[in-house]
């Protein structure tokens, strides 16, 4: 089992006592504090023949909540919050829940928006900042995106940023987003450091991928897979209603398949699901092309569901990374649509295929009421974890719990489906797909 | 902490080779099966200054999944399947999940679903079996409700059901209902045993109120969450359009106030949640009719959710227990609409009060899209639990995994909204209601 | 064939020309004015024989839609808003397009919103005028309900009303609401006139309920309908999944019975619907509860859908009128739940009857798509009638086109459902109930 | 004003008493038969100035609806029903309504589902019939597409089409389809009349489009445009979220921009709707790339919908007839695209441009309850019109009354915006975009 070090950097000298009235005793009707020595277990599975298990001190994780004892005097605070990347369901409701946090549990009325992601920082966009207040964010949880604008990129340009920050006087910066949005985070918390300033750094880690490591379920997600299994529908009613209909529908999941084997999962009308985690072949006898075939000789029809990453074998290698580093991908749909085509014309069995690209409608959309809520208690648990003067951590579920995770450790690895587990084989169950397609 | 023993009863000499093909090994891109000394450690909260736990081997929870030696010769299997009590949402889905499973993966094709819960067990009924097939499930999911039918009640017939099941020689029975269904089937299980007959009980834990021990979250309660969403945004629109609006809905929720909870959380609209868990008062200067006073003062609008539960020491007591057994209540949705009517007609203000009691609505939608996935994957687990010989015991999802919890532990003990600790600490955050309203 | 007078009272000297530049030709792909002589024929049934049918100058309907000479300034113009009554799926898309056309088709700049209906124009409740600009509007036809607030009556209040008008100096006046509030509005228009002031009122008919004459589907309509629609569904799926289980849903419609019947035609779930217009007995060979139990017998499970004011003359007559002056009905909802247990109890028959009131989930709900397509048209073409100095007018869709309806005919009588004719007879036909339940 | 004959082919000698039982009364609470002699006026526009208009007895559209004396013995009928052509929301409703109406209310009991379209009828492919009761067809109105199947083309094999109705016995064929399947069941029924045959052809016209004539609305036309608003609000987010941003919708619309016009209408978000009928330049001073530009610098986002058909002049002609014979379009989205992207690119500005083509999503969902109740209507007036021995006949709504269309007058042309009249001019008012774009 591999160690990780969970220790959250924080200013010390907690000594303002938090303007949240809590309790810190038991039955009392009323919500208690949490003490900043609550821990999680990281790694609760085991074997029937343990006896006990034993841990260091950087072992344990961190509980998030409010402290009774705070860094920073919130008639002084000035927060800033950024929202940086690709759009996803439940940016506006965690903005929301940082302002409503606080304005009305600690009382910090200065709160600025920093625009369209780290861009609204550099000097040469001028572009300015808006003004965060409860009139303004009060109904924005009903609309997707986010109304701060979001941009790509910019998480490299360090001592600008700082600069900007060091100049609007922040104390506490909020930072929602991906990977290149955290890592971005860390550096700034790292240049801040070494300045000598005692900013608190805390990010919401935002993959609609969900491919963040130590963070089990990202918000949104849900509300993606939703739209997702709205298009598998649409897929699977096309496929059944022609003769040997084919639909093809194509997820995001550039490294990792979680949307795709979440939504086949919800579907029940999926037949193969194909994601980067698990290789495929397309012909010879355990091939995708030939299950397919038998497939409609018995069924008549099929629903295909491929995460964008998948497959990229398959694919001539294509280059090029974004503006946010990531790799380009070559189009597996449309690779994979052409192939079929081909395939089956060359035999000359007649076929029907519909290839869907739901693409920006899945993630453009409003969080739904479960991720409204996770959305709700992540803002809520970043205001109480910055008031208290944690740094360089993010705020994330964990084995049932909201929990702090060290920005440095979320984002030195990427979270995948592990094939030989429990996810991926609840997965094969339920489409009936073949183990695994390669000869 | 209190101690609980998790040891699942099972039938001994798995001797039958999983028809179930899956794999033994990591790194083969195949899933592979749970062993059966796989375990979950269940309280996984701690302090910073622990250094080690220690268990005995009844401390751990054994988890799910598909085992690689099976009890039963699935050529042989015949399956039940019941579910009882009141309606809920993804009672279809589970019913799918587990005929798909049975059917395609461990190939059994003699499932009986029992008709109208416990009731179809019982002669003088005269209830017919139903035959379930793939074709038959299929698309049953998309509807609400239970192809099966329900029923409360008829438990306690313990002799009838048993002698039932003998004649119709069931080999396992997968019991998908509440409190009382379970309780039902521990009795059948024990029954069973002492008439040495190896018959598997398996359960479904099936509780719209999330009040189910050992089962963090129910299926369907996020569904329900949903529709509940629903009706308050109406009764916040109702509000805010009228001069002093005030909208009360009532939501499920006897002895725990989870839905109520949770749907504050997802709107971000109520003002005074009142759950079952925490004591309120009507009047005096910390009542909930002074608070909501004040609030029309300086909002002239208020939206208050209430569990059906909550207040009841405010009812004049009302007694008899329905069907199931539960306690009957006076109707705390009513009561506050006329206490809140009268309070405010002695002080001359004008208020517009609509009150919205979304009722079965919400009970009968169909699951979404998540609870469909854990609907799915609760079916599986029940059929792999079953082939494997386990007996008298639930299917559940605890700390982020699929486990098997004994019938008889789950049965001891409702869970609750704790006060003291986060869900409800975030819900007094988001809503801002008081703390307490008591004087 | 009873006659009307179409005439639409207007003040003349129409010698302005629109701003909003449109086509005087076919032909070149530009929309066209609309003239002012182009007319509806009103009636429309004929039968194969009639060889001709002819009009005096006041059968006619006078088409709505935005003419080439208007009589306001538009850079002069001031406008004010008012939206009376309940609340209905619309409101705040009217108030969108009223505002949008206004502002950037014809640039008139000052638009005022009066807060809670004719209440806001009385100087004793001190309300502030909504200044209303696209900003305030942009996003509010997401949202249910109105943002102006409304409430009931005050209609009656004409000369103060009047007094507010001219000092507010408003040169047109969209008065959004239903019979009461158009009753308003033309009591309104004719003090203006005694006063000699040339200010519009162009009303835009709002009723849930769908009774107002000469609008043959109002806005927000079907919307409310997609709402029943769900209930309906909640209690079909309660019905079947009890035995002998009866779900009673009881929808709007004190006078009409427009959203039983059509919710009926869209569920295809229900099997009796009960309307104000048809009546029908309880007791009897002929009369609903022995038909009930004759499918009850059949088969095991029945809906009913119940308008509110459906079987008056059953209630024991409740009397009183609320604030807008309509009548007080006894709850036929609850009558019929105790009816129908008392009879099956007396003949010891086991029934699971749920019953199901939405109430105001169902008028609080945002427009669906197509009635946000009506109400945008709605509130383009109010904006017209006004401009062109159209007044006491209605805007309608009538047999497919937008017209102008004199105010002083709308509310002169209701819109109800005839029984003898196609709609009512749909519902027989798809619901299979008795032709009539009459002794 | 065109004239049109809009005479219906009937099988003389209607000498059945109708098993419906309704009343030939008013006022007695019991729907009415329709006479045949009832008919509706098609043109309903005219002037201030007209005084009578005169008729032929062809001018005057036949009222649908059931009529007291039938032609067929509904002991005797054999009813076959086929659904053509591309997916429709709704077409499970309507096939539902027939065979409801069939059997419940006439007693029909024979009726045969023609499987994938024409294509069923021909011996070669081998398609068994499917049988069609009222469990068959109960709940397929939850779930989109067609239980029948579908497929284009093969209405030209009309000798075998009828060599396969007369082996069938069939007394009446209902054609659910567009153009294509209506030309095709206007040349079967020819057929079958040379053939002497007493075969009623009676068509419910489905066009996604709304392409077709004497089809005000046809049905699943809501149901899709409500799709196609859900596309284009995730257009509108992304755009409104980067900097610059442009959302890009492709929606149906080969020859008429009838989806495209009222999504626009009902999202409100659009600044550019683009449709077949009316032209447009990209380039020059009044081109839309300026325009876009001149909106940017203004507003820094904008959302353009584009119908599949619109713009092909601009198009490089692109050739061929697909397998229903319509004409092959270039893809008008990829197209703005490239030359969007293009044309920023080259002026040196950022733009985000997100391209969304929701395309089968938007005709495989379910009917809405709108939609349901359309269906259900045409279907049930399809029934009464073959049982009276109606034939060539389509089921419409016009001017607000179910009528009967002779097929061979529908066909005849196509139905398209005019660009002149007041759907466009309402969308050009709520979009505020450029009368014409053109130099």
Redesign the interface.
Known sequence: MQKFDFTIPAFEERSVQSP????ER???????Y????????YN??????????????TD?I??A??REKIYFNPDLVHAGIVTCGG?CPGLNNVI??IV??LW??YGVKRISGIQ?GY?GFLEKFSLPVMQLRPEKVR?I??????IL???RGYGDFVAEIVDSVEKMNLDMLFTIGGDGTQKGALNISRELEKRNLKIAVVGVPKTIDNDLSFV?KSFGF?SA??EA???V???H??A????NGI?IVKVMGRESGFIAA??A????DVNYVLIP???FDLDGENGLLRHLEKRLERRHHAVILVAEGAGQELLAASCGVDASGNKKLGDIGIFLKDKISEYFRKKQIEINL????????IR??PA???D??YC??LG??AVHAAMAGKTEVLISLF????VHIPISLAVSRKNRID????L???V???T?QP??M?N
Chains 1, 2, 3, 4 share one sequence.
């Open positions: 949240v009235s809590l309790s038991n039955d009392d009707y009323i919500a208690n949490v003490e900043d020595n609550e821990r999680i277990i609760i599975e085991t074997t029937r023949d343990e006896r006990s298990i034993s841990f260091t001190q344990l961190e509980k909540g409010p759009l929301r829940a409503m946090c009305y549990q369209y861009r109904d949880h009903t609309r997707g995106g986010t604008g979001s941009s089990q849900e897979v939703s299994v709205k298009a529908a649409g897929a009613t096309e059944e209603n022609a003769i639909g979440h939504t999962l919800a579907n029940n985690e698990v290789p519909k290839y869907i690209d739901p693409s920006y409608i453009s959309t739904n009421p479960n409204s809520i709700a208690r809520t648990n084995n049932n719990h909201f094939p030989d587990r429990e991926w084989c609840d094969v169950m339920v009936g183990r695994l390669k």
